[in-house]
């Protein structure tokens, strides 16, 4: 193992030497040397593709799914051979249209649309950025490994290594990837240095392979023999123990030909950084060797570490953790080099290619349409900067909010499914002329929702982050559109089920619409050009007409002003001059309307090198470089061409293609003839070299025999005076050892030596505080003696396999047992001691006592837990109490309407029935409510004196009581009361509630029958007690229900509490509330809970509340309408709810009282301007404008001292007490009735002097 802080200095040191690579590069390129530019480095930085997916992921999916792993290179190698036409012409097409990223070559290729750019980038936006915090992870994640540490980081720069890490990559990406605003520029330091970190993980691999091949076992033979007599045999198949169909080999292949050349970092390396095509003949052999380079040892990797008896969960480190178990740090330090080099290849290229896309296709659209943010435009390449930062911080976000959930795992997959939506608008537009931007639009839209829907959405509902009801039941319940098995397609993994949608729908869509809406005359053009790409090397230029009229200064300036939007002063200036020597009119005074033309199209292909294609072609049309004259003389002269040639436009483009072919014919003759020239010219200069270095080869081996004869006497003086310094280390030998016995004796940790059989003959005297035996006790006693049979047993195994390999013990945890029967945990060193021969003597080590250590790990892991429950139940209380809110104000026209309709119709009405019927529906909707707002925190006022005996004792005597033994007629119902029960400050109805929900719950965990026991006590806690929820010192009333039935398994222990998390069948047994309520009410009456199961046992909850030495109110009469009726006086209520507003209106008015309204808080202060009112009622919470507090307030400032009542869906928050310190009376919940606001009011009218 490694210390944290020397890994990081030797990564670090790797960085820089890559650092140097690139500024050697980019220095000689500046000479006009091109030590990138060779078919070498080119077809090696193609394998970039390979990341530290590839490089850990391969071994852990052999390891699982057998030979399955091949597909994912499978399919790259059958893409090179498509690459002689396909890569060939993306690369001829991004050197004409100066293509700076994948979306803009799309775009190009289809009218140059920025919609179709900006759709491009979000996709590759949102399949990438996870890709990236995998690499991320990758990195983070074998840092652990190597450094095996597990405790608190002991130096600032070992708690910050994933920020060091994320600050090198984005500024190694911008120093060396966006450091010019020309995205066109090659950048041959960072792809030099690229194909050095390919070549690094290339060698590492190979290393670790050799290693367990040749060196943990005897060859491939060895391997697969003892593989056949294993039971990881099937693991020879094409799908391992998985046995995936041959569906899913193919969609695997699909994906990964797509991948190698339509992922953003693939893309940029292949063709944007291609400076010669001919790399691509080199590439088409040397890239699927290297794939084959780094994959000859994966089978044996998993296969070696499976055999070992390494956990199959684990084969995604068997890479870097066979090295390291088996002695061999130094090669696990190179492994984890290699991995280092895999992932960031990845990230940053990746960062700098999405920053490219997002500035061109999503900045500067919303920069041309937010006039106010025009002055970006100067400042792109900062953009940039903050866009690389931006990609990159966003990665580290979604690796660090995702850890190691379902979505990390499989994100490979799912990334090469987003990229796959680009395959048919690309292909489609190389070899397709009728595909248009309509179809491109259609396909790669509906492609990308599909896959989001098909695959991105079930990989959050498998992270957690949605319900599973939406996989299990599909949206809003409908099975149809199940994500998994969409329009009811079955028995397909989710990775193919994806994949044939989204082909289907983009596919199809890409098509249709090709061919139902027509090309536009450019549009049409484009098409042309980019199927027929290979046939020319150049494009027709217009022959020149007319006379030279157009005054170039003029034209000049209008270029300058139009590039200063996006330049500085100096580089518009430069970047003009640059055109008007390509065109060739650098000088002139003025100039022809066809040479404008050409001028006009260099300078947006120079532009669209920085900006991209779409936002050029935009910048250009929407410049003023053609006046309306000039345009039209533009079209009479491409006018006259036609006619002199007395062709049409088909037979023209005809005659045109024709030379086209016959130009490149000879242009590639010409190349190759110049290719000779330039190979015999090269053989020469080899040759001058060769012989340059043979004479000083020669000169130099008659100084190598000169050396050599003086250092042979040296040598023999040197022997003798080591014989001299031998007996003296003999010497200082003995003395150290004395000073490692008096050292042992003053040191806290317990020091001891065995001998090879196992037993004690040494102990230093701390034995006796940490074990409580004298070191004589221990002589000749082996270590297994002092341990639990359990323990003896796993530490006899581990310790016969270290010391037959004579390796080290490093941080062995073992549990031992002091002299007097105590458990003790020890940390355990040692080191081999071995003989001249290096026969193994026994082993000399320290142990160190870390049982207080394990017990603070342990109390630690249970405190988070209890946060994270907390936490969570905290989260969905807000939303249920957001939604409570919402439908108490619906609920309150079924409650409050049937009370007003059944005052005004006889008893003997027909309707009355029907009317009690919508009523009573009403309240038990509103009681649900109450369950939800209960859960929120926000429904529960504890302000009532009561005992829970007499409400248990309720429950009991209920009707739901009598129907629950009806459904469990087998089980049995006890209750157990102490006496002197005291009383607590409570909820009576929630708490009613919470001994239905247990006593329910009890009894549906008894299917067999069986017995259900509630029982309540007085207790007094004299100090904290730990448990599922820690209780507190104080005295507490005790309800404990506890059923002998099924039990709670330890893995939904932590959810019990969760909302709508229920065991039993939705809808026929509840909501999912019930314990999520009970949670909710003990929190809310400041209680605790405790939970203890057996699974198969059964199970007990108690509950603990805090007593009140405060008695029982007396029961209150009840109360007729005339008790609260009025007396005519005004009341103005105020609620920005139409329906509230006329419900609470048509109850005060049934009372007599006089009513207005208002439906805004202003509204109310504007009337109270000018009017007065007896009384206020005020909703408190009001979406739009001042809420009821507020308005309260201003109303006092117009009429002092202003009696007002306050209503809400929810309970008492703290403005409605505050609005009550101010002079607001009683506080009525949401639904009303008439008795409840008739009280209110009569109340608060009462205290008004009359």
Partial sequence: MFDPLTVITIFLLYIGCLFLIALWVERK?????????????????????????????????????????????????LAVLLWGTVLRKMVRIKTRHHITSIADFISARYDKSQTLAAIATVVALVGITPYIALQLKAVFSTFAIITAHSGPATSWVERHVDFIVVGLMIVFTIIFGVRRLDSTERHQGMITALAAECLVKLIAFLAAGIFVTYFMYDGFTDIFQRLSASPFRKLLSI??????SYLTWTTYMILAMSAVMFLPRQFHVAVVENSDEKHIRTAMWLFPLYMFLINIFVFPIALGGLLKGHPAQGADTFVLALPLYYGKPWLAMLVFIGGFSAATGMIMISSMTLSTMVTNHLMLPLVRWVGWLSFLRRHLLKIRWVAVAAVLMLGYWFEQQVGKSYMLVNIGMISFASVLQFAPVILGGIFWDRGNKAGALLGLSAGFLVWFYTLLLPSFVKSGWISISLLEAGPWGITFLKPEHLFGLVGLDPISHAVFWTMLFNLGLY????????????????????????AARSVLKPLLHGEAYIDLQE??????????????????????????????????????????????????????????????HEAMREGTIFTARESRELSEVYGEILFNLKVTPKELRKKINCYKEREALLTLHADELKEKVKERNEQIAQRELVEEELKKHREHLEELVEERTAKLKITNEKLQQEIIERKRAEREVRKSEERFRDISYGMADWIWEIDRDGRYTFASPPVKEILGYHPEELIGKTPLEIMPADEAERIGTIFKKIASEKKPIVDMENWNLTKNGKRVCLLTNGVPMLDESGELLGYRGVDKDITENKRAEQEKIKLQAQLQRAEKMEVVGTLAGGVAHDLNNILSGVVSYPELLLMDIPEDSPLKGPMLT???????????????????????????????????????????????????PDVQFETGYAPDLLNIMASPVHLSKTVMNLVSNAAEALPDGGKVVLSIKNQYIDRPVRGYDDVQEGDYVVLSVADNGIGICADNMGRIFEPFYTKKVMGRSGTGLGMAV??????????????????????????????????IAPEELLLSVEDYMGRGDSILIVDDVKEQREIASMLLRKLNYSVTTAS?????????????????????????GIDGLDTYKKILEIHPGQKAIIASGFSATDRVKEAQKLGAGQYIKKPYTMERIGIAVRDALRMLPR
């Fill in 1078 to 1111: 009970v949670w909710g009410t003990v929190k809310d009456h400041a209680g605790y809970i405790g939970v203890q199961s057996t699974e198969g046992q059964g199970a007990r909850f108690d509950l603990y509340f805090p007593v009140t030495r405060k008695d």
């Fill in 511 to 534: 098509v249709l619409g090709s061919l139902y809406f027509k090309q536009s005359k450019d549009e049409q053009s484009l098409a042309e050009e980019f199927v027929g790409v290979l």
């Fill in 555 to 616: 034209k000049r300036g209008e270029i300058e002003t139009l590039l200063q939007q996006y330049f500085s002063f100096a580089k518009a200036e430069a970047v003009t001059r640059e055109c008007l020597r390509a065109v060739g009119i650098e000088g002139e005074s003025h100039i022809s309307i066809s040479t404008l033309a050409e001028l006009h199209s260099r300078v947006e292909k120079r532009l669209a090198g920085s900006i991209g294609t779409a936002a050029a």
């Fill in 29 to 77: 390129a500046g000479q006009g040397k091109g030590p990138a530019n060779n078919a070498f480095v080119y077809s090696i930085s193609l394998a970039v593709y390979c990341t530290s997916w590839t490089y850990y992921g391969s071994v852990g999916k052999a390891a699982t799914s057998g030979m399955l792993f091949l597909t994912i290179y499978l399919g790259p190698t």
């Fill in 1160 to 1184: 805004s808080g202003e509204s109310a202060v504007e009337y109270m301007k000018n009017h007065s009112a007896d009384l206020l009622l005020l909703d408190m919470i009001m979406d739009l």
């Fill in 918 to 968: 919508i009523q009573n529906s009403g309240k038990k909707a509103a009681a649900i409510v109450q369950d939800l707002l209960t859960l929120a925190r926000r429904g529960v006022a504890v302000t009532e004196v009561a005992n829970l005996k007499e409400i248990a004792a309720d429950y009991f005597k209920s009707p739901e009581f009598d129907k629950l033994k009806e459904f469990h």
């Fill in 239 to 244: 799908g391992g123990r998985e046995a995936p």
